[in-house]
């Protein structure tokens, strides 16, 4: 099959929910009501919670459990969200639809890029591009993780392609959309060194100084308190967490939590290992992230999928899609 044929299906896949309401998620509501609580209250979402603003249109559309949370995201993201609450203004179908497409969007870039990495380019393109639980929690749901992959891949791909300081840029922007990558940044230095590559530092610090100012002067050092919620998430369990599985058999909470944390530890030195060696395998790392994590959702998927396609990793590859079959039911109850 043609690549062309091949980009085509894969472009319907992940457009087609766009059609839909919002799906299986409230989040893209509570991105407007962040949003909204600095654009239109001039007020700072890292300190008040939407509960501060009951009469606001956003807030009977926000998920029953972020109601009384401050936001968990970072600035980069939160700043983004207030020209996005300004748009949509008080319509909650405008605010629904206008992150389902830049979700959708950043999945065809990621798509896009991973394709052009990889020695495979017709495998990659339909591996990531004929995903539908993608298709179903970005164009369908909204989620901000899609902005942070787009990000990830557009850095991997400018850095091979030379573009050493906006690479760093967009490390930089990934990192402070969510800071999954802080974990990728390590693994890809390491690989690089070993294949003898000259750093350029300049894009991650030019970039970091603006967001960061721009950030701080908004918001104060109340995005720093973004870590707080965060942390305070993470020692919650969904049910699809395997820590929380292992406890399901009888395995006492503290043991669970430090088997897991000790194989984190251990696949994470392997990591390290396979970067000195010069193989950074950015896809597995977040796998590894995913199996060991308490609080464990489905469209954390797209943490891996692009880079496993990019990176033409087989293990990466059957582990997205044993992870992608585990968490079907959080898409469609079976």
């Not at 109601?67 to 969200?81: N, W």
């Not at 890029?113 to 369908?140: D, Y």
Request: aromatic share 12%; glycine share 8%; net charge neutral.
């Amino acid at each position: 099959m043609s690549l062309k044929l091949v980009a085509i299906v894969a472009v319907a896949i992940q457009l087609v929910p766009l059609g839909a309401p919002l799906l299986l998620s409230t989040d893209a509501w509570t991105y407007w009501s962040y949003g909204r609580i600095a654009a239109v209250h001039d007020a700072n979402p890292y300190r008040e919670p939407p509960s501060d603003f009951p009469l606001d249109p956003s807030f009977p559309y926000v998920g029953a459990d972020w109601r009384d949370t401050t936001s968990v995201y970072g600035p980069a993201f939160t700043l983004a969200s207030e020209p996005v609450a300004l748009v949509a203004n008080e319509s909650a179908d405008a605010a629904a639809w206008i992150y389902k497409a830049l979700a959708g969007a950043a999945v065809l870039v990621a798509l896009a890029l991973a394709t052009r990495l990889s020695p495979r380019p017709v495998f990659a393109c339909a591996f990531a591009g004929w995903n539908p639980l993608l298709a179903i929690h970005f164009a369908g749901g909204g989620h901000n993780d899609a902005w942070m992959a787009a990000l990830v891949v557009g850095a991997v791909a400018l850095g091979a392609s030379g573009r050493q300081v906006w690479a760093g840029v967009a490390w930089t922007s990934a990192v402070l959309v969510k800071w999954v990558p802080l974990v990728f940044l390590p693994l890809r230095w390491l690989a690089a060194r070993r294949a003898g590559a000259r750093f350029d530092h300049r894009g991650f610090v030019v970039a970091a100084v603006v967001l960061v100012g721009v950030a701080t002067a908004r918001y104060g050092l109340g995005w720093l308190e973004a870590f707080g919620p965060l942390a305070k998430n993470a020692n919650h369990e969904t049910s699809y967490a395997l820590p929380h599985r292992l406890q399901d058999l009888g395995v006492p909470h503290g043991l669970a939590v430090g088997l897991f944390a000790a194989g984190l530890a251990v696949a994470f030195a392997y990591l390290v290992r396979e970067a000195l060696r010069g193989r950074a395998r950015l896809a597995l790392a977040a796998c590894v992230l995913m199996l060991a994590a308490p609080w464990l959702v489905v469209w954390y998927l797209v943490w891996a999928v692009p880079l496993a396609a990019a990176e033409d990793d087989r293990t990466a590859q059957l582990l997205t899609l044993g992870l992608g079959a585990y968490l079907l039911p959080q898409t469609i109850p079976i």
